[in-house]
Protein backbone atom coordinates (compact mmCIF):
# COMPACT_ATOMS: atom_id res chain seq x y z
CA UNK A 1 0.00 0.00 0.00
CA UNK A 2 1.13 3.24 -0.64
CA UNK A 3 2.37 5.54 2.02
CA UNK A 4 0.03 8.49 2.65
CA UNK A 5 0.87 11.80 1.19
CA UNK A 6 1.84 13.24 4.56
CA UNK A 7 4.15 10.63 5.63
CA UNK A 8 7.74 12.06 6.90
CA UNK A 9 6.17 15.67 8.18
CA UNK A 10 6.96 15.99 12.22
CA UNK A 11 4.73 17.78 14.21
CA UNK A 12 4.50 18.60 17.65
CA UNK A 13 1.28 19.17 19.03
CA UNK A 14 0.79 21.03 22.57
CA UNK A 15 -3.01 19.88 23.90
CA UNK A 16 -5.28 21.70 23.79
CA UNK A 17 -9.36 22.05 22.91
CA UNK A 18 -11.43 21.29 19.71
CA UNK A 19 -9.85 23.05 16.93
CA UNK A 20 -5.91 22.34 18.00
CA UNK A 21 -6.83 18.67 18.25
CA UNK A 22 -9.14 18.66 14.56
CA UNK A 23 -6.12 20.00 12.62
CA UNK A 24 -3.99 17.68 14.85
CA UNK A 25 -5.82 14.66 13.71
CA UNK A 26 -6.42 15.69 9.97
CA UNK A 27 -2.86 16.06 9.37
CA UNK A 28 -2.35 12.54 11.32
CA UNK A 29 -4.29 10.60 9.17
CA UNK A 30 -2.53 11.46 5.84
CA UNK A 31 0.30 10.38 7.63
CA UNK A 32 1.88 13.25 9.39
CA UNK A 33 4.04 12.04 12.57
CA UNK A 34 2.37 14.33 15.04
CA UNK A 35 3.24 13.64 18.54
CA UNK A 36 0.84 15.21 21.12
CA UNK A 37 2.41 17.10 24.64
CA UNK A 38 -0.02 16.71 27.35
CA UNK A 39 0.32 17.60 31.14
CA UNK A 40 1.18 14.54 33.40
CA UNK A 41 -2.16 12.91 34.32
CA UNK A 42 -4.43 14.79 31.88
CA UNK A 43 -5.66 12.31 29.10
CA UNK A 44 -8.28 14.35 28.05
CA UNK A 45 -8.95 18.13 28.40
CA UNK A 46 -13.42 17.24 28.40
CA UNK A 47 -13.07 14.39 30.30
CA UNK A 48 -14.09 11.95 27.81
CA UNK A 49 -13.88 8.27 27.69
CA UNK A 50 -14.06 8.56 24.07
CA UNK A 51 -12.07 11.28 21.97
CA UNK A 52 -11.40 10.80 18.47
CA UNK A 53 -9.90 13.60 18.19
CA UNK A 54 -6.90 12.01 19.66
CA UNK A 55 -6.46 9.41 16.89
CA UNK A 56 -3.58 8.80 14.74
CA UNK A 57 -0.84 10.01 17.08
CA UNK A 58 1.19 9.20 20.11
CA UNK A 59 1.35 11.57 23.54
CA UNK A 60 3.93 12.24 25.93
CA UNK A 61 3.36 13.47 29.14
CA UNK A 62 5.62 16.67 29.97
CA UNK A 63 4.48 19.47 32.62
CA UNK A 64 5.70 22.57 30.78
CA UNK A 65 5.37 24.44 34.28
CA UNK A 66 9.23 22.81 34.16
CA UNK A 67 12.60 23.69 33.57
CA UNK A 68 13.08 19.82 32.52
CA UNK A 69 9.62 19.85 30.52
CA UNK A 70 10.34 23.03 28.66
CA UNK A 71 13.61 21.62 27.82
CA UNK A 72 12.53 18.23 25.99
CA UNK A 73 9.41 20.11 24.14
CA UNK A 74 13.02 22.41 23.04
CA UNK A 75 14.35 18.78 21.82
CA UNK A 76 11.44 17.88 19.57
CA UNK A 77 10.97 21.39 18.34
CA UNK A 78 14.26 21.33 16.85
CA UNK A 79 13.80 18.25 15.09
CA UNK A 80 10.38 18.88 13.77
CA UNK A 81 8.81 20.15 10.66
CA UNK A 82 6.24 22.10 12.33
CA UNK A 83 4.48 22.86 16.00
CA UNK A 84 1.01 23.69 16.80
CA UNK A 85 -0.95 25.19 19.83
CA UNK A 86 -4.19 26.45 21.00
CA UNK A 87 -2.83 28.49 24.07
CA UNK A 88 -4.37 32.13 24.93
CA UNK A 89 -1.39 34.89 23.04
CA UNK A 90 1.49 35.11 25.28
CA UNK A 91 1.59 31.56 26.72
CA UNK A 92 3.87 29.74 24.56
CA UNK A 93 6.08 33.00 24.95
CA UNK A 94 6.22 33.26 28.82
CA UNK A 95 7.33 29.27 28.53
CA UNK A 96 9.98 30.23 26.81
CA UNK A 97 8.57 28.41 23.91
CA UNK A 98 7.12 31.07 21.45
CA UNK A 99 7.66 31.65 17.72
CA UNK A 100 11.11 33.81 18.42
CA UNK A 101 12.38 30.91 21.31
CA UNK A 102 11.49 28.25 18.56
CA UNK A 103 12.98 30.03 15.38
CA UNK A 104 16.27 30.07 17.00
CA UNK A 105 16.22 26.67 17.18
CA UNK A 106 15.10 25.72 14.13
CA UNK A 107 14.87 27.91 11.84
CA UNK A 108 12.74 25.88 9.16
CA UNK A 109 9.41 25.42 11.68
CA UNK A 110 6.24 26.20 10.72
CA UNK A 111 5.01 27.55 14.20
CA UNK A 112 0.95 26.88 14.09
CA UNK A 113 -1.34 29.00 16.48
CA UNK A 114 -4.93 28.32 16.87
CA UNK A 115 -7.14 30.72 18.98
CA UNK A 116 -10.25 32.19 18.63
CA UNK A 117 -9.79 35.63 18.35
CA UNK A 118 -6.31 35.53 16.70
CA UNK A 119 -2.92 37.03 17.87
CA UNK A 120 -3.75 40.57 17.82
CA UNK A 121 -6.82 42.60 17.97
CA UNK A 122 -8.09 44.21 21.23
CA UNK A 123 -10.34 41.18 21.79
CA UNK A 124 -6.99 38.94 21.98
CA UNK A 125 -6.10 38.60 25.16
CA UNK A 126 -9.52 37.90 26.05
CA UNK A 127 -11.71 34.29 26.78
CA UNK A 128 -13.86 32.64 24.23
CA UNK A 129 -16.26 30.15 22.84
CA UNK A 130 -17.27 29.13 19.49
CA UNK A 131 -20.64 30.79 19.52
CA UNK A 132 -18.92 34.43 20.24
CA UNK A 133 -16.52 33.81 17.30
CA UNK A 134 -19.20 33.19 15.40
CA UNK A 135 -21.21 35.92 16.58
CA UNK A 136 -18.40 38.49 15.25
CA UNK A 137 -18.45 37.55 11.79
CA UNK A 138 -22.31 37.57 11.07
CA UNK A 139 -23.01 33.97 10.66
CA UNK A 140 -24.53 33.25 13.95
CA UNK A 141 -26.93 36.50 13.35
CA UNK A 142 -27.94 34.72 9.61
CA UNK A 143 -28.35 30.98 11.35
CA UNK A 144 -32.18 30.67 12.67
CA UNK A 145 -35.69 31.58 12.52
CA UNK A 146 -36.66 34.95 12.63
CA UNK A 147 -37.03 35.42 16.17
CA UNK A 148 -33.78 34.72 17.36
CA UNK A 149 -30.24 32.82 16.44
CA UNK A 150 -29.70 29.34 16.60
CA UNK A 151 -26.72 27.85 17.87
CA UNK A 152 -25.02 25.70 15.10
CA UNK A 153 -23.43 23.19 17.34
CA UNK A 154 -19.48 24.17 17.55
CA UNK A 155 -19.22 23.08 13.50
CA UNK A 156 -18.83 26.57 11.82
CA UNK A 157 -16.47 28.46 14.32
CA UNK A 158 -13.99 25.65 16.31
CA UNK A 159 -13.87 22.87 12.95
CA UNK A 160 -14.71 24.94 10.38
CA UNK A 161 -13.62 28.30 10.96
CA UNK A 162 -10.89 27.02 12.77
CA UNK A 163 -9.10 23.33 12.79
CA UNK A 164 -9.64 23.16 9.17
CA UNK A 165 -8.04 26.43 8.47
CA UNK A 166 -5.13 25.72 10.79
CA UNK A 167 -4.61 22.15 9.07
CA UNK A 168 -4.53 24.46 5.50
CA UNK A 169 -2.52 27.13 6.89
CA UNK A 170 0.13 25.01 8.32
CA UNK A 171 0.27 22.83 4.61
CA UNK A 172 0.49 26.15 2.81
CA UNK A 173 3.79 27.20 5.23
CA UNK A 174 5.18 24.22 4.93
CA UNK A 175 5.31 23.86 1.33
CA UNK A 176 7.11 27.11 1.05
CA UNK A 177 9.20 26.06 4.07
CA UNK A 178 10.60 23.14 1.70
CA UNK A 179 11.10 25.57 -1.38
CA UNK A 180 12.56 28.68 0.42
CA UNK A 181 14.16 26.55 3.99
CA UNK A 182 12.20 29.57 6.21
CA UNK A 183 9.65 28.65 8.24
CA UNK A 184 6.86 31.04 9.88
CA UNK A 185 3.85 31.58 11.85
CA UNK A 186 0.67 30.63 11.34
CA UNK A 187 -1.83 32.71 12.78
CA UNK A 188 -5.36 30.71 12.86
CA UNK A 189 -7.84 32.92 13.95
CA UNK A 190 -11.48 31.26 14.12
CA UNK A 191 -13.07 34.82 14.01
CA UNK A 192 -10.82 34.57 10.26
CA UNK A 193 -11.67 31.35 9.44
CA UNK A 194 -15.43 32.40 9.81
CA UNK A 195 -15.33 35.38 8.02
CA UNK A 196 -13.71 33.44 5.24
CA UNK A 197 -16.48 30.74 4.90
CA UNK A 198 -19.40 33.61 4.65
CA UNK A 199 -17.53 34.56 1.73
CA UNK A 200 -20.60 33.87 -0.53
CA UNK A 201 -23.07 35.43 1.73
CA UNK A 202 -20.87 38.65 1.76
CA UNK A 203 -20.88 38.63 -1.69
CA UNK A 204 -24.79 37.92 -2.09
CA UNK A 205 -25.67 40.61 0.64
CA UNK A 206 -23.64 43.49 -1.38
CA UNK A 207 -25.12 41.98 -4.22
CA UNK A 208 -28.50 42.64 -3.66
CA UNK A 209 -29.53 39.08 -3.08
CA UNK A 210 -29.48 38.18 0.57
CA UNK A 211 -31.75 40.53 3.04
CA UNK A 212 -29.37 40.49 6.13
CA UNK A 213 -32.04 39.44 8.71
CA UNK A 214 -32.87 35.44 9.16
CA UNK A 215 -35.98 33.89 7.54
CA UNK A 216 -36.30 36.05 4.63
CA UNK A 217 -33.31 34.11 2.31
CA UNK A 218 -33.15 31.01 -0.44
CA UNK A 219 -31.03 29.38 2.49
CA UNK A 220 -31.69 30.09 5.46
CA UNK A 221 -34.95 28.32 5.35
CA UNK A 222 -37.14 31.02 4.10
CA UNK A 223 -38.03 29.33 0.43
CA UNK A 224 -40.60 26.53 0.87
CA UNK A 225 -37.94 24.43 -1.87
CA UNK A 226 -35.29 24.77 0.68
CA UNK A 227 -36.15 23.46 4.69
CA UNK A 228 -37.58 20.95 6.73
CA UNK A 229 -40.37 18.99 7.14
CA UNK A 230 -41.80 17.62 9.83
CA UNK A 231 -43.25 13.81 9.43
CA UNK A 232 -46.03 11.72 10.52
CA UNK A 233 -43.47 9.59 12.69
CA UNK A 234 -42.52 12.94 14.32
CA UNK A 235 -38.80 12.42 12.22
CA UNK A 236 -37.80 15.24 9.69
CA UNK A 237 -36.79 15.16 5.69
CA UNK A 238 -34.52 18.13 4.23
CA UNK A 239 -35.63 19.20 1.20
CA UNK A 240 -33.49 21.31 -1.14
CA UNK A 241 -34.96 21.75 -4.50
CA UNK A 242 -33.60 24.81 -5.51
CA UNK A 243 -33.61 24.36 -9.54
CA UNK A 244 -36.77 24.70 -11.10
CA UNK A 245 -36.86 20.85 -12.63
CA UNK A 246 -35.97 19.92 -9.37
CA UNK A 247 -38.80 21.67 -7.76
CA UNK A 248 -40.97 20.08 -9.99
CA UNK A 249 -39.83 16.12 -9.27
CA UNK A 250 -40.17 16.93 -5.64
CA UNK A 251 -43.76 18.48 -6.16
CA UNK A 252 -44.85 15.77 -8.83
CA UNK A 253 -43.77 13.10 -6.23
CA UNK A 254 -46.22 14.39 -3.56
CA UNK A 255 -49.67 13.57 -5.17
CA UNK A 256 -51.07 16.80 -4.32
CA UNK A 257 -54.83 18.23 -5.70
CA UNK A 258 -55.03 18.01 -9.74
CA UNK A 259 -53.14 21.88 -10.58
CA UNK A 260 -51.54 22.11 -7.59
CA UNK A 261 -48.37 21.09 -9.49
CA UNK A 262 -48.15 23.48 -12.58
CA UNK A 263 -48.86 25.91 -9.72
CA UNK A 264 -46.37 25.96 -7.21
CA UNK A 265 -43.52 25.26 -10.03
CA UNK A 266 -44.82 28.34 -11.46
CA UNK A 267 -44.84 30.38 -8.65
CA UNK A 268 -41.61 28.65 -6.90
CA UNK A 269 -39.45 32.54 -6.98
CA UNK A 270 -42.81 34.16 -5.99
CA UNK A 271 -41.88 34.99 -2.26
CA UNK A 272 -45.37 36.47 -1.82
CA UNK A 273 -46.39 32.75 -2.58
CA UNK A 274 -44.44 30.93 -0.01
CA UNK A 275 -46.52 30.94 2.99
CA UNK A 276 -49.06 29.24 0.90
CA UNK A 277 -46.39 26.25 -1.00
CA UNK A 278 -44.97 25.27 2.87
CA UNK A 279 -48.44 25.24 3.82
CA UNK A 280 -49.20 22.87 1.18
CA UNK A 281 -45.71 21.00 1.51
CA UNK A 282 -46.16 20.53 5.12
CA UNK A 283 -49.43 19.24 4.96
CA UNK A 284 -48.12 16.99 2.49
CA UNK A 285 -45.02 15.61 4.49
CA UNK A 286 -47.43 15.20 7.30
CA UNK A 287 -48.87 12.54 5.84
CA UNK A 288 -46.61 9.75 5.79
CA UNK A 289 -43.16 8.40 7.99
CA UNK A 290 -39.74 9.95 7.16
CA UNK A 291 -38.63 6.75 5.97
CA UNK A 292 -41.70 6.21 3.74
CA UNK A 293 -40.53 9.57 2.26
CA UNK A 294 -36.79 8.61 1.77
CA UNK A 295 -37.77 5.37 0.05
CA UNK A 296 -40.18 7.41 -1.93
CA UNK A 297 -38.28 9.51 -3.07
CA UNK A 298 -34.73 7.38 -3.36
CA UNK A 299 -32.85 7.83 -6.75
CA UNK A 300 -35.26 10.76 -8.20
CA UNK A 301 -33.45 14.22 -8.48
CA UNK A 302 -36.37 15.51 -6.11
CA UNK A 303 -33.51 16.70 -3.26
CA UNK A 304 -35.37 15.02 -0.75
CA UNK A 305 -33.12 13.28 2.36
CA UNK A 306 -33.94 11.60 5.81
CA UNK A 307 -32.61 13.51 9.04
CA UNK A 308 -31.01 11.60 10.13
CA UNK A 309 -29.87 10.93 14.25
CA UNK A 310 -26.16 10.08 15.01
CA UNK A 311 -26.80 6.47 15.10
CA UNK A 312 -28.76 6.51 12.61
CA UNK A 313 -25.78 8.09 10.30
CA UNK A 314 -23.42 4.99 10.78
CA UNK A 315 -25.82 2.33 9.13
CA UNK A 316 -27.32 4.44 6.43
CA UNK A 317 -27.01 2.93 3.01
CA UNK A 318 -25.14 5.36 1.13
CA UNK A 319 -22.51 5.89 4.18
CA UNK A 320 -21.93 2.35 4.21
CA UNK A 321 -21.20 2.42 0.76
CA UNK A 322 -18.69 5.18 0.64
CA UNK A 323 -16.95 3.95 3.56
CA UNK A 324 -17.56 7.36 5.56
CA UNK A 325 -17.22 5.71 8.38
CA UNK A 326 -15.51 3.10 10.29
CA UNK A 327 -14.76 0.85 13.60
CA UNK A 328 -11.62 1.37 14.87
CA UNK A 329 -10.44 0.17 18.24
CA UNK A 330 -14.72 -0.81 19.08
CA UNK A 331 -15.58 2.77 18.44
CA UNK A 332 -17.45 4.15 15.09
CA UNK A 333 -15.88 7.25 13.60
CA UNK A 334 -15.54 9.05 10.80
CA UNK A 335 -12.92 7.87 7.61
CA UNK A 336 -10.16 10.25 6.99
CA UNK A 337 -11.39 12.68 4.28
CA UNK A 338 -10.89 13.77 1.69
CA UNK A 339 -10.68 10.51 -0.22
CA UNK A 340 -7.48 10.33 -2.36
CA UNK A 341 -7.30 7.96 -5.26
CA UNK A 342 -3.83 7.00 -4.25
CA UNK A 343 -2.59 7.92 -1.14
CA UNK A 344 -5.63 7.72 1.18
CA UNK A 345 -5.54 8.94 4.31
CA UNK A 346 -5.98 6.17 7.39
CA UNK A 347 -6.68 5.73 11.10
CA UNK A 348 -3.86 5.46 12.71
CA UNK A 349 -2.67 3.68 16.20
CA UNK A 350 -3.09 6.06 19.12
CA UNK A 351 -0.87 5.65 22.23
CA UNK A 352 1.53 6.90 25.22
CA UNK A 353 5.18 6.75 23.23
CA UNK A 354 8.83 7.14 24.91
CA UNK A 355 10.42 10.82 24.10
CA UNK A 356 13.96 9.11 23.92
CA UNK A 357 12.51 6.69 21.29
CA UNK A 358 10.91 9.40 19.34
CA UNK A 359 14.27 11.81 19.88
CA UNK A 360 16.45 8.99 18.62
CA UNK A 361 14.09 8.30 15.61
CA UNK A 362 14.04 12.32 14.75
CA UNK A 363 17.57 12.59 15.94
CA UNK A 364 18.45 13.87 12.22
CA UNK A 365 16.34 17.27 11.73
CA UNK A 366 15.38 17.78 8.28
CA UNK A 367 18.20 18.95 5.74
Sequence with gaps: ??????????????????????????LADFGAEVIRVERPGLRHLLGLEVDIL???RQHVALDLKTDVG?????????????????LRPGVMERLGLGPEAAATLNPRLVYGRMTGWGQSGPRAPTAGHDINYIALSGALHAIGPADTPVVPLNLIGDFGGGGIYLAFGMLAALWDAAKSGRGQ?????????????????????????????RGANVLDGAAPFYGIYRCACGGFVAVGAIEPK????????????????????????DRAAWPAARATLEAAFAG?????????????????????????????????????????????????????????????????ADIDDILSRWSIPHA
Design 54 to 56: DRS
Design 70 to 86: VARVRELIARADGLIEG
Design 246 to 269: FYRDLVAGLDLAPGATEDLVARQH
Design 1 to 26: MAQPPLSGLRIVEIAGLGPTPFAAMC
Design 288 to 352: ASRDVWAKHFDGTDACVAPVLTIAEAYGDAHNAARGTFETASGIHQPAPAPRLSRTPGRIGATGA
Design 185 to 213: VVDAAITDGTAHLMAMVYGMAQGGAWTDR
